[in-house]
């Protein structure tokens, strides 16, 4: 250490400048040459403690450090120093950590006042020198700047490079040979514009009129730039910043030196991080979504029943369910309004490998037409008015987990080949967007009409259907397995009991005879609702039952009228709204009101209200 600190002092007492050597932990200067206790007015065995030449300028002085600590060098202008008389010195302070022990500093005191001195002779002298030609002057200039600064100038950990009144390369310092693998003999003289800065990131030429560079010295201005590029001899890019400064040479332009530093990995940090945030933002919209879709459907009937019932019907399902859940073929579930397609989708979906991932529920009916799209491919902010926003949608939502197409035949035809191009591309491309996003997603579909019929009437797109039915898994009617009815019943009404806070009553076997004699049109959801209903107006320990409508004392309809009009089905659908309107005193949405009762959405039980043409009279 002692051999280093002393080949320290022996370089520091050849340079010209004022230089010390610092030990910044004790604040103890170790080594000064003259030319520093010259300019401090002090002498060597007095100058122990750079402190005293701080004075009020120590907290600056310390920031200043902590700059050099980052940067490994540094330099400024605004610590004044304060000489043994007390005298205010107007320096620049340039420092570099010594490689050979990291509290020990390199510091360059530059007298500011001796320095303007200077340039006033030679300014002074140059007036006396007239006729001498321009570009000899400025490279002289530069060659004299070169000589008495070289060390500083290697010391830099920033690029510096000089250029003339033409732009041909004067110096070059060690840090920008590094930076740019040019060596010296490849710079000196050249066109450095042609060489380092000809072209732009994305390929377009870099004309030398347009480049901050060359304008700094044309029109006499600083130029500050914070993202560029250079060009490596090895024709690789680099991002940099950098200032360009006009240079004088006795008031006559010479040229300009330029300071650049490298930020390729800045840039390249900045970029990972955006991405990251991106990708936070993305995944956040994706969570809050999903949590808002598992929310609601905790309310819906999925999630309080199982498929019930013992019927051959229910085990062909059942048997159905067990053989497609652990493959990821595509399912297509048909059957009859209320006949439990969502409860098989949710079980082939629980059966499966993905049942660690959400199950995502699309009823293609229930949305506008005009907003089917950002619903199920998702949307970035702008796409739409009003949408402020990036959204993903139900196929991004889906991602790792399962997609529920309910009512597909619904999904308006102009959205069918979209969907038909995400689910074989496995992409998914948001509305208003330009980019695909791969999505790993099983699709379930499910269709109130035979699948054949579908396609005939022009509803679903043959194609898209050939893709959906790749297994077939039929729900039969609630009129064609009767003997499901008791454990059905049972089922349903110990829910609706225990949600309402009240005993069950009991089904006696009457109530359950006109149940079973009884055609449910509606199939299991109206059934459900007959239960539910039956469960709030039962006041006594036997359950009180109501079908289509009418009072408890109604006869079922004989077993020969189990054939049903439309007219007839659309009359019984007319009195059981009616009826919920009447039990929940005409308020549709909340917990006890109609769509609650019916089991159906607000927004949905509002249009058939309006289709329907029901009066406020007729529930009243």
């Known amino acids: 250490m002692r051999d280093d600190i002393l080949r320290s002092d022996s370089l520091i007492t050849a340079l010209p400048e004022a230089a010390l050597i610092l030990d910044t932990a004790t604040d103890r200067i170790v080594a000064l040459n003259s030319a520093a206790c010259a300019l401090l007015r002090t002498g060597p065995e007095e100058a122990t403690r750079f402190a ?17 600590v980052y940067r490994g060098t540094g330099w400024t202008r605004d610590v004044p120093l304060r000489t043994a008389e007390g005298e205010t010195l107007r320096c620049e302070l340039r420092a570099r950590f010594l490689e050979h022990d990291p509290d020990l500093i390199l510091l360059l005191l530059i007298d500011l006042d001796l320095m303007e001195r200077r340039t006033e002779i030679t300014e002074t002298a140059g007036l006396h020198r007239a006729g001498l030609d321009e570009w000899k002057r400025a490279e002289g200039f530069f060659a004299e700047l070169e000589r008495q600064n070289q060390l500083i100038l290697n010391a830099a950990g920033e690029g510096i490079y000089g250029v003339n009144a033409e732009g041909k390369t004067t110096f070059v310092n060690r840090a920008a040979q590094e930076m740019l693998g040019w060596t010296t003999a490849d710079l000196l003289g050249q066109d450095i514009h042609s060489m380092i800065h000809h072209h732009h990131m994305n390929g377009e030429s870099y004309p030398a009129h347009d480049c901050p560079i060359y304008r700094s010295f044309r029109f006499e201005q600083v130029h500050r730039i914070e993202d560029e590029v250079f060009w490596r001899k090895d024709g690789k890019p680099i991002r940099v910043e950098y200032v360009s400064t006009p240079i004088y040479d006795q008031r006559v332009l010479a040229g300009a030196v330029v300071i650049f530093r490298d930020i390729t990995e800045r840039k390249e940090g900045e970029r990972k991080l955006r991405e990251a945030l991106d990708e936070v933002a993305a995944l956040r919209d994706r969570l809050e979504q999903e949590n808002a879709y598992l929310q609601e459907a905790i309310t819906t009937e999925r999630a309080h029943h199982d498929i019930i019932g013992t019927s051959p019907a229910i085990q062909q399902v059942q048997s159905r369910i067990d053989l497609v859940a652990q493959t990821e073929a595509t399912v297509m579930i048909s059957g009859e309004t209320g006949t439990g397609k969502a409860l098989v989708a949710t079980a082939i979906h629980k059966a499966s490998p993905r049942s660690r991932r959400p199950l995502i529920h699309f009823k293609c009916g229930s949305v506008a037409p005009e907003a089917v799209e950002a619903e199920l491919f998702g949307q970035i902010r702008g796409a739409t008015p009003g949408a402020v926003r990036d959204k993903p949608g139900k196929l991004e939502l889906a991602h790792g987990g399962t997609l529920f197409l309910d009512d597909v035949q619904e999904l308006p035809v102009e959205h069918q080949g979209k969907l038909l191009h995400s689910l074989q591309s496995k992409t998914v491309t948001r509305l208003g967007d330009v980019r695909a996003k791969p999505v790993d997603i099983r699709v379930i579909a499910a269709t109130t009409l035979a699948p054949e019929k579908a396609v005939s009437s022009g509803r679903l797109r043959e194609d898209l259907l050939l893709h959906l039915n790749v297994f077939p898994v039929t729900c039969a009617p609630l009129r064609e397995r009767a003997e499901d ?66 009072g408890a004392g109604t006869e079922p309809a004989p077993a020969h009228s189990a054939i049903r009009t439309e007219a007839d089905m659309q009359r019984m659908m007319r009195e059981n709204v009616i009826a919920c309107l009447r039990e929940a005193g005409g308020r549709v949405s909340g917990a006890n009101g109609a769509a609650a009762l019916l089991g159906v959405r607000p927004t949905t039980l509002y249009s058939r209200i309006k289709s329907m043409e029901i009066e406020e009279s007729e529930w009243r």
Do not use: C
């Open 485 to 550: 009815i008791p454990l059905l019943a049972t089922h349903i009404l110990d829910i609706a009991s225990r949600r309402l806070n009240r005993p069950a009553p009991v089904i006696t076997e009457g109530t359950m005879a006109q149940m079973m004699r009884y055609d449910w049109p509606g199939n299991v959801k109206e059934l459900r609702n007959v239960i539910e209903r039956a469960a709030i107006v039962s006041k006594g320990p036997k359950l009180v039952l109501e079908l289509g409508g009418t």
């Open 52 to 68: 005293r030449y701080l004075g009020t300028a120590l907290p600056g002085f310390i920031v200043f450090l902590e700059e050099v």
